[in-house]
């Protein structure tokens, strides 16, 4: 085995933050390389010094075992380094083949004009995409028009377009499919055969195990251990990332007497999307809703909130007829909803932890035309402290924070709406295992307090290890319901398939 890429010595701060302290790592050609830790670690930051989109404060890099400085993306890409992007970097209104080869176009020259070669681009990303085995897109879609999965994709046929020898996955998975993630998994296995090596990071421990060779741990930006993937545990790594060991269950499960029905919906309808979905939640209930990505879970809670309009269906609220006429209106009758995609519905990026928080709620913490500050300031704490969301103070700027920190400051946000009726749309995406056990124990005590919940999550552990029944939802229509003493997993997902 040869090294391929080796950091030494890597530092690197933001104003009140030290993102990397002392890291290092390196990377054997040919392998896959997990880097796990929890969230705020430094994952990322330190795949952003390696991909130049960061420069470090100081430290070595060394790829083939010669020092290298990479000042811009551009040039990690011309040594063959390249990143695959969660929240994509393609250029939307162009073309896969135009992005493919932004900035790079093989010319041809015909007397003394030079031309892009079409020709030439086609047959190198024909020969790509046929060892990537990708079908189903075709060169001159426009990228707006395709999926998270297809997008992907695209990117690794990008970074092959610069013979990339160095990739690297920062959470590939966390918006796929089932389906989806076996498939990038089959071209990341693809990708290994040729040679390349890859950096791997993903919050979901089986993944790790599965496809990765060896995996390094890093902890408040420091480096703590390298190690062969094959023999560690689980509880070993976790141990490592968090810096103590966990015990007891991931997913706690409260006892509670589930009360009368609080929200009853009948009918629920929109056309081309959702066909006739019925439930009930009751009080203190957690209720799963299971489904493929697509199915048209998402659609129904944003219905029920007010998010989307024309729908039809009788939907009672606390026993009384009820149609929210907007997210406001859902709010100031209990109804919150946390939605799976944090920048839509979510999170406002440029503003603080402390705005985000409050936003939804300044009217009630308001006298007068006065906002109380000394309260709003006491709510901002708590919630932080609660969900110990990671940032300097209450005035950092959220698009600042780690990914799974900005997940638990949209869960704060949604906490202090003070909901009877929350709706947890992917609650946990992106987030640490000691995080998830956080917000599992907080999902917990909102069903002792007797607020009712409904969970939509792709991950079917979650969804088994929470909830009190769970709903299937399939091409918009409810396929099915299980309850909690008949859960299995084949049994949910053979509805949902
Ligand atoms: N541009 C920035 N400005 C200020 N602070 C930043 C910036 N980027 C990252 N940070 C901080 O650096 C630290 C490390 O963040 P990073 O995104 O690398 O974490 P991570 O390990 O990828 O976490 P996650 O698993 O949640 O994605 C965090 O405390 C984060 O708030
Ligand atoms: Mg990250």
Known sequence: ????????????????????????????????????????????????????????????????????????????????????????????????????????????????????????EEAKATEIFNFLGISGISFDDKIDNLGVAAKQMVEIAKALTYDAEVLIFDEPTAALTEKEVRSLFETIQRLKERGVSMLYISHRMEEIFEITDRVTVIRDGSFIKTAKTSEVTEQQLIAWMVGREMVGELYCKADVEIGEPVLEVKGLTKPGLLENIDFTLRRGEILGFAGLAGAGRTESAECICGLMKRYTADIKLFGKPFKAKNYRHAIDNGL??????????G???PMSVKENLTMS????????????????????????????????????????????NQQKVLLAKALCAKPKILILDEPTRGVDVGAKAEIYKIIKQLSEQGISIIMISSEMPELLGMSDRVVVIKEGRKVGEVERKDFSQEKVLGMAL
């Open 1 to 120: 085995m040869s090294t391929i890429l080796k950091l030494e010595h890597i530092y690197k701060s933001f104003p009140g933050v030290k993102a990397l302290d002392d890291m290092q790592i390196e990377l054997e050609r040919g392998e896959i390389h997990a880097v796990c830790g929890e969230n705020g670690a430094g994952k990322s930051t330190l795949m952003k010094v390696i991909t130049g989109v960061y420069k470090a404060d100081s430290g070595n890099m060394y790829l083939n075992g010669e020092k290298i400085t990479v000042n811009e993306p551009n040039d990690a890409y011309s040594k063959g380094i390249a990143i695959i992007f969660q929240e994509t970097s393609l250029f939307k209104d162009l073309t896969v083949l135009e992005n493919m080869f932004m900035g790079h176009e093989p010319v041809k020259k015909i007397g003394p004009i030079s031309n892009i070669d079409y020709a030439a």
């Open 347 to 349: 999170l406002v990026v």
């Open 336 to 345: 919150v909803y946390l939605s799976e995609d944090r920048k839509k519905y």
């Open 361 to 404: 709620i300044l009217y009630q913490i308001s006298k007068g035309t006065f906002i109380d500050f000394k309260t709003e300031n006491q709510i901002v704490e708590k919630y932080m402290k609660d969900l110990s969301v990671k940032a300097p103070d209450k005035d950092f700027v959220v698009e600042n924070l780690s990914g799974g």
